[in-house]
């Protein structure tokens, strides 16, 4: 009965969120509330969603705080020299060019946001593509590239996966970053490889173009150079290093991390208070709309978990799973993780699929931490940059200037390869046993 009740509960919120009838939040909470009631657990539904939102504080917390001290990093002019510094390097060969689009779509998704990735990274280099007769697909492919092979600690699906096993951040992406080193090779390589193409086939060599100046990365107006803070740039560069280093090591918690880098930024940036509560309304929208997510999965997960739904799906699952296959299911999660992408939204599949497939494992040994680790490498991190599920795939190709379909086409065969590549890397450096 309980496991019937947990997966029809677990179909409505996949329906629901799929069909773009109700918002996730909504789905996240209504619907496990209702199938808590027909499994006669009514009177415990409180209980459960407190023990939920324990749980998700801290994820929670560190994402709100992310979002606002790298948005006042930005605001502050941290990535600015070095976007410009860039495109002064790429030249006009293909070849640098690509490279140029991978490296500044990387430093640009530091935040954790694909959209404001390809804001900056795709018209800041369209203009250059398009004198050059460059393929505008390999635009928008380096730089979903790039964007996709990013799963650090503050990102959306590294959070969901957190947020959906009850694991810290840290303990699911610290022994994951050489395989994520890997990846960001696979991609510069990848990358270069496109521009050496492109030069062949546009029949360029280094002494074939003019030279002319590389067009601007953006035209900043007066009110964003106001919020500049150029003398300030060691002391912002210093502080999100110490920031970044100490989340990352683990020495003290991220929220901790980024609640006193944040308050240090602003007092250090911008010192009044007004200057300062304007900062934080300027990306509090972003913040607040990513934690109420958080906290409405914490709900989700802290009823279907508290009242023994999970497990019980769990359970009358894992007489489906062949014994040979069960004790390798993060490998599998790993190589299917990015196709997946293309079925099942974020929130859909860390908060409704994950759990399930966690208590599977956890059925041959396996622990969760490592199917956590599985979905990273292609659930909506490879995968975002082209699924049909998520704005900034429509984002990247308008921007591109291409048809979404032509976009789906030429960058879902590389965004794969780097997802299997990365899910080889974890094998054979022992992260997924075999």
């Given at each position: 009965?309980?496991?019937?009740?947990?997966?029809?509960?677990?179909?409505?919120?996949?329906?629901?969120?799929?069909?773009?009838?109700?918002?996730?939040?909504?789905?996240?909470?209504?619907?496990?509330?209702?199938?808590?009631?027909?499994?006669?657990?009514?009177?415990?539904?409180?209980?459960?969603?407190?023990?939920?939102?324990?749980?998700?504080?801290?994820?929670?917390?560190?994402?709100?705080?992310?979002?606002?001290?790298?948005?006042?990093?930005?605001?502050?002019?941290?990535?600015?020299?070095?976007?410009?510094?860039?495109?002064?390097?790429?030249?006009?060969?293909?070849?640098?060019?690509?490279?140029?689009?991978?490296?500044?779509?990387?430093?640009?998704?530091?935040?954790?946001?694909?959209?404001?990735?390809?804001?900056?990274?795709?018209?800041?280099?369209?203009?250059?593509?398009?004198?050059?007769?460059?393929?505008?697909?390999?635009?928008?492919?380096?730089?979903?590239?790039?964007?996709?092979?990013?799963?650090?600690?503050?990102?959306?699906?590294?959070?969901?996966?957190?947020?959906?096993?009850?694991?810290?951040?840290?303990?699911?992406?610290?022994?994951?970053?050489?395989?994520?080193?890997?990846?960001?090779?696979?991609?510069?390589?990848?990358?270069?490889?496109?521009?050496?193409?492109?030069?062949?086939?546009?029949?360029?060599?280094?002494?074939?173009?003019?030279?002319?100046?590389?067009?601007?990365?953006?035209?900043?107006?007066?009110?964003?150079?106001?919020?500049?803070?150029?003398?300030?740039?060691?002391?912002?560069?210093a502080l999100t290093l110490v920031v970044?280093?100490?989340?990352?090591?683990?020495?003290?918690?991220?929220?901790?991390?980024?609640?006193?880098?944040?308050?240090?930024?602003?007092?250090?940036n911008y010192p009044s208070a007004g200057?300062?509560?304007?900062?934080?309304?300027?990306?509090?929208?972003?913040?607040?709309?990513?934690?109420?997510?958080?906290?409405?999965?914490?709900?989700?997960?802290?009823?279907?978990?508290?009242?023994?739904?999970?497990?019980?799906?769990?359970?009358?699952?894992?007489?489906?799973?062949?014994?040979?296959?069960?004790?390798?299911?993060?490998?599998?999660?790993?190589?299917?993780?990015?196709?997946?992408?293309?079925?099942?939204?974020?929130?859909?599949?860390?908060?409704?699929?994950?759990?399930?497939?966690?208590?599977?494992?956890?059925?041959?040994?396996?622990?969760?931490?490592?199917?956590?680790?599985?979905?990273?490498?292609?659930?909506?991190?490879?995968?975002?940059?082209?699924?049909?599920?998520?704005?900034?795939?429509?984002?990247?190709?308008?921007?591109?200037?291409?048809?979404?379909?032509?976009?789906?086409?030429?960058?879902?065969?590389?965004?794969?390869?780097?997802?299997?590549?990365?899910?080889?890397?974890?094998?054979?450096?022992?992260?997924?046993?075999?």
């Open positions: 009965m309980l496991a019937l009740v947990g997966g029809m509960t677990l179909l409505a919120l996949l329906a629901s969120i799929l069909s773009n009838r109700v918002s996730p939040l909504a789905a996240l909470i209504l619907i496990p509330i209702v199938g808590a009631i027909v499994a006669g657990l009514a009177p415990h539904i409180p209980e459960y969603i407190l023990a939920g939102l324990t749980k998700i504080a801290p994820v929670a917390g560190m994402f709100v705080f992310a979002i606002l001290f790298f948005g006042i990093m930005t605001d502050a002019g941290l990535l600015a020299p070095i976007v410009s510094r860039i495109l002064k390097l790429v030249g006009e060969r293909p070849s640098r060019i690509t490279l140029g689009t991978a490296a500044l779509a990387l430093i640009i998704h530091l935040d954790g946001s694909g959209a404001v990735c390809f804001l900056i990274t795709i018209p800041a280099l369209r203009p250059l593509y398009d004198r050059l007769g460059m393929d505008r697909r390999v635009l928008a492919c380096t730089a979903s590239m790039a964007a996709g092979v990013n799963f650090l600690p503050w990102t959306g699906p590294t959070l969901r996966a957190g947020a959906a096993l009850n694991l810290s951040v840290s303990t699911i992406f610290t022994p994951m970053i050489w395989i994520q080193v890997i990846g960001l090779v696979f991609v510069f390589t990848a990358s270069w490889w496109l521009g050496k193409r492109e030069e062949r086939r546009l029949g360029l060599t280094g002494n074939t173009l003019s030279g002319l100046p590389i067009p601007p990365v953006i035209e900043e107006s007066e009110a964003v150079l106001a919020l500049r803070r150029p003398r300030l740039y060691p002391i912002n560069a970044v280093g100490v989340m990352v090591s683990g020495a003290i918690e991220p929220a901790v991390a980024f609640m006193a880098g944040t308050a240090l930024a602003l007092v250090i200057e300062q509560r304007s900062r934080i309304d300027a990306h509090a929208h972003a913040a607040l709309l990513m934690a109420s997510i958080l906290f409405a999965a914490g709900a989700f997960t802290g009823i279907m978990s508290g009242s023994g739904m999970i497990r019980a799906l769990a359970v009358a699952s894992v007489s489906h799973v062949p014994d040979g296959v069960g004790t390798h299911i993060p490998v599998f999660l790993g190589l299917l993780a990015m196709p997946l992408s293309l079925v099942f939204d974020p929130d859909s599949f860390y908060m409704g699929v994950l759990p399930v497939i966690a208590e599977v494992a956890g059925h041959f040994g396996v622990p969760s931490v490592k199917v956590a680790q599985a979905a990273l490498l292609g659930q909506m991190t490879t995968g975002f940059p082209v699924s049909p599920l998520t704005p900034a795939t429509f984002l990247v190709a308008g921007l591109s200037g291409i048809e979404l379909g032509a976009h789906q086409r030429f960058s879902i065969p590389w965004l794969f390869a780097a997802s299997v590549i990365m899910t080889l890397a974890a094998v054979i450096l022992g992260l997924f046993p075999l």
